[in-house]
């Protein structure tokens, strides 16, 4: 079989040199339709969908882009060799604020610079060798894909999962853009696009109800997803037990027992409550508020809003608050108690107003001391005694029985929660609830570069959905998209305009456009059929590749992405939209690669890796075995240009062996040719369950092992055995997932196999040929090791116990005493008792 066109015969290139044949392999690939991914006719194969999250088409790929996507194409490429119909798919997270911030630098339309490094990028992802099915290729900005993110919108919002309400929302006056909370960052609550400080700001939004999701998405009992971020999200939903509980205004400025709610996880601490305090922007401020109190509560609610919710909320910080004029009935035991409003309560958990329980709160009773509020301890400790809230220095965290609690004094801390709840419910002033930190997901956003809302409202309908045969709305090209705190769609005068759908009469589009979270919360569906024209997705597609087998990407998308696209799944399933109860099955996260001054990679540092320079100088496959070999692939670690010669010099050496073997002289000595077809078997073994594993960096080591054990073995002579040519074979069909390009070449030209080598089953493990011969038996003299003796592998009790007697290192420390007792572990020691 002769190489493709283009390629250099071995007269001319006596060492390995990957640039003059990795292009037209990558092109004969192609011409090949190698890596077309269909539905099996037959069904003899087990599906396989591997996926990895698709990338953002910034500009250029970075060696991050290589990292998250070369091991998971290996590993795809193993579960093809295993049998499965693999499909590994791409496309582009084509719309978002990076692309339009871009755009406004550099004075060029969004759109023609997403375009433009897509065409880039797609010919860097070419590059890799991956075994991408690129006839699936989608791209989210297309009207081709994002007129279907608009039908999923619809969908939710004929089912009461979409809604719009005025909300105060997090606002990046940079960006001139509404975030999602997943999108604010860091302690002081930055941009996570900008790094500008977010404000607040209260704006009509569109929300999806995720909430109505959240036990449901705390539940990962059928898939496979990594501990780390199961407890990311699990902690971002922040699920609590507690109960609600009703107070009522006692205020002559107030309807007279207004009623308002409070959520606490410490109902049996009721009596301790001394005050309430509500979140300086909880409705009912203004309305209890009195004429004496006003200025002050007026300049402290202006100052709380300025704030962000993680200063308000640090522990460390000095309590700070205003006392209302009004008052609040205890209902367990009537007592008036003042309302407060305190900038460390946040309208955004519960109900925005909270019990103050000073005595076994710490928030609280920092705030009560300063204030000289009554501090009441309720809760006693373990035996019985119960603090002097006078004099005591903290809060106390004792779960001993109730006090100072009425009727419910002496309740064990076992039966505290239910006999207060049930005393709630008894007088109808409360009842047992679920509280839940996470909130409903603002899809809203102020910017031009995303899909628009498909709404249209009407003075005489109201909010009226775009008929599907209207779809997509298109976004305006001929528009100002440079910022200016509204979205540019609304200064659009002959796209806003529009008759309503319903009456005919005149009517505006709906302005915002949506997060780009929700194009990508569905993208591995599009890739499914990405020309379909009669859904968001092929019907027979969805039912042979679904869910999800393998999905790999980054955990700083666990509480964003990773949660959107659970829940999306979810309510289209309860629409009847889709099958099954989750999405990916699987979750495998990489770590990140820093800069070779272990600080992660920026332009600015100067420590940026470029991978197209590395395959000038290199070659494809030696970045992308040197991706799998530096490190553990969830950790990631430093760069090293130095660390990547050892793989060179090992790709060069394997290119050497299989081009240039040494001549065999004779028979080859039979213990070589066993130690040969041993460790060929073991390394079948080993590389297959790495694979399995996601051990990637054990892979490329384990290659390195066997090809020492091959070299020697070549200069024993035994390169005219039959086990030297199963070993060339089998080395090579592992090779294939870690160096495409070198594996075909050697396969091909060297072996003179006229199919490709990824069409190849994985090389069949003989158990039997990787059984050692001899095994290593530890022998310990009262437990203590003494000494290490080589032993047939399938040694029997008697006799591993009379060579462990006999040894060296037992003799000398047993000094001539019998042995009491001779205890065996087969295959591993021998423990003499004297």
């Not at 699920?239 to 996880?265: L, Q």
């Not at 962000?308 to 522990?315: C, E, K, L, P």
């Not at 979270?517 to 679904?546: I, K, N």
């Not at 290119?655 to 039979?670: C, N, R």
Request: proline share 6%; aromatic share 10%; hydrophobic share 40%.
């Amino acid at each position: 079989m002769s190489r493709p066109t283009g390629t250099v015969q071995e007269a001319d290139q006596p060492g390995y040199s990957p640039q003059t044949f990795e292009a037209s392999w990558r092109a004969r690939w192609v011409e090949d339709r190698l890596y077309d991914s269909d539905i099996a006719p037959d069904g003899d194969r087990p599906k396989h969908y591997a996926l990895t999250m698709l990338p953002y088409p910034s500009g250029d790929m970075h060696i991050g882009h290589w990292y998250a996507m070369v091991p998971p194409d290996a590993r795809a490429r193993y579960m093809r060799m295993r049998g499965h119909n693999v499909v590994y798919p791409i496309g582009f997270d084509g719309f978002g604020l990076p692309a339009e911030n871009a755009a406004i630098q550099r004075n060029i339309h969004p759109k023609e610079w997403t375009y433009a490094n897509i065409e880039h990028m797609r010919g860097q992802l070419k590059l890799m060798g991956a075994m991408f099915d690129w006839r699936r290729e989608a791209i989210s900005c297309d009207p081709e894909y994002y007129r279907w993110t608009q039908w999923f919108f619809l969908a939710l919002f004929a089912g009461d999962l979409a809604y719009r309400k005025e909300a105060a929302v997090d606002w990046c006056p940079s960006c001139n853009t509404t975030l999602a909370r997943e999108q604010v960052v860091g302690d002081e609550r930055r941009c996570e696009r900008c790094d500008t400080e977010v404000t607040k700001r209260k704006l009509k939004q569109w929300f999806l109800r995720t909430t109505r999701y959240a036990d449901e998405l705390l539940d990962f009992s059928s898939i496979d997803w990594p501990e780390r971020v199961q407890v990311l999200q699990k902690n971002w939903i922040g699920r609590s037990e507690g109960a609600h509980v009703t107070f009522r205004v006692d205020s002559a400025k107030a309807e007279e027992g207004a009623p308002f709610e409070i959520f606490t996880t410490r109902p049996d601490t009721l009596w301790g409550a001394t005050f309430m305090v509500l979140a300086p922007e909880h409705p009912l401020v203004a309305e209890i508020t009195t004429d004496a109190q006003r200025p002050e509560i007026e300049a402290y609610v202006l100052a709380a809003t300025r704030q962000s919710d993680v200063q308000r909320q640090a522990t460390d910080r000095e309590k700070t608050g205003v006392f209302t004029g009004s008052y609040a009935i205890n209902p367990v035991n009537d007592e008036r108690i003042p309302i407060w409003i305190a900038d460390y309560v946040l309208m955004s958990y519960g109900f925005g107003a909270i019990m103050a329980v000073p005595a076994h709160d710490q928030r609280d009773f920092e705030f009560a001391r300063k204030f000289a509020i009554e501090v009441r301890p309720v809760i006693a400790t373990a035996d019985g005694v119960v603090a002097d809230g006078a004099t005591m220095e903290e809060a106390t965290t004792d779960r001993g029985p109730m006090a100072n609690s009425g009727e419910l004094s002496g309740t064990a801390a076992e039966q505290a929660f239910d006999r207060t709840v049930a005393l709630l419910e008894a007088q109808g002033t409360g009842s047992r609830a679920v509280n839940y930190r996470l909130r409903d997901w603002l899809v809203s956003r102020q910017r031009y570069w995303g899909a628009p809302i498909p709404i249209v409202h009407c003075a005489n309908c109201g909010v009226v959905p775009v008929p599907e045969d209207d779809l997509p709305v298109e976004l305006p090209e001929d528009i100002d998209w440079r910022p200016t705190g509204e979205s540019p769609l609304k200064l659009h005068e002959s796209w806003k305009n529009v008759a309503c759908p319903k009456c005919g009469a005149a009517a505006e589009r709906e302005t915002d456009t949506l997060d780009t979270f929700m194009c990508s919360s569905w993208y591995h569906l599009r890739y499914l059929s990405p020309h379909f024209t009669d859904g968001p997705f092929d019907p027979a597609e969805y039912g042979y590749w679904m869910p999800v087998d393998s999905y790999t990407g980054g955990i700083e998308h666990a509480t964003m992405h990773l949660i959107y696209t659970r829940f999306f799944h979810k309510a289209c399933r309860d629409l009847g939209l889709v099958q099954g109860d989750e999405p990916m099955l699987q979750l495998r996260n990489q770590g990140i690669i820093l800069g070779e001054d272990s600080e992660k990679m920026s332009k600015s540092r100067g420590n940026v890796v470029a991978p197209d320079e590395l395959i000038d100088r290199y070659g494809s496959d030696t970045i992308r075995a040197y991706l799998m070999f530096f490190a553990r692939w969830e950790q990631g670690g430093p760069w090293s240009s130095t660390g990547i010669e050892g793989t060179v010099r090992w790709l060069r050496r394997v290119w050497s062996l299989f081009t240039q073997p040494p001549a065999a002289e004779g028979e080859a000595d039979p213990a070589v040719v066993r130690s040969l077809r041993r460790k060929v078997h073991q390394t079948i073994d080993q590389v297959g369950r790495n694979f399995d594993d996601y051990a990637f960096n054990t892979i490329v080591s384990s290659l390195m092992e066997l090809f020492n054990e091959m070299s020697k073995a070549a200069q024993a002579g035994a390169t005219a055995d039959a086990a030297w040519r199963e070993a060339t074979e089998s080395y090579l069909l592992m090779l294939a997932p870690v160096a495409p390009h070198l594996a075909e070449e050697l396969w091909r030209n060297q072996l003179g196999k006229e199919e490709s080598v990824h069409l190849q089953s994985w090389p069949v493990y003989d158990a039997a040929a990787a059984a050692e011969e001899e095994i290593t038996l530890v022998v310990q003299v009262n437990g203590k090791v003494r000494d290490k003796i080589a032993v047939p592998a399938g040694i029997g009790k008697e006799e591993a116990e009379a060579l462990a007697l006999a040894s060296a290192g037992a003799q000398r420390f047993m000094d001539g005493k019998p042995a009491k007792k001779v205890i065996v572990v087969p295959g591993r020691l021998v423990n003499i008792v004297v």
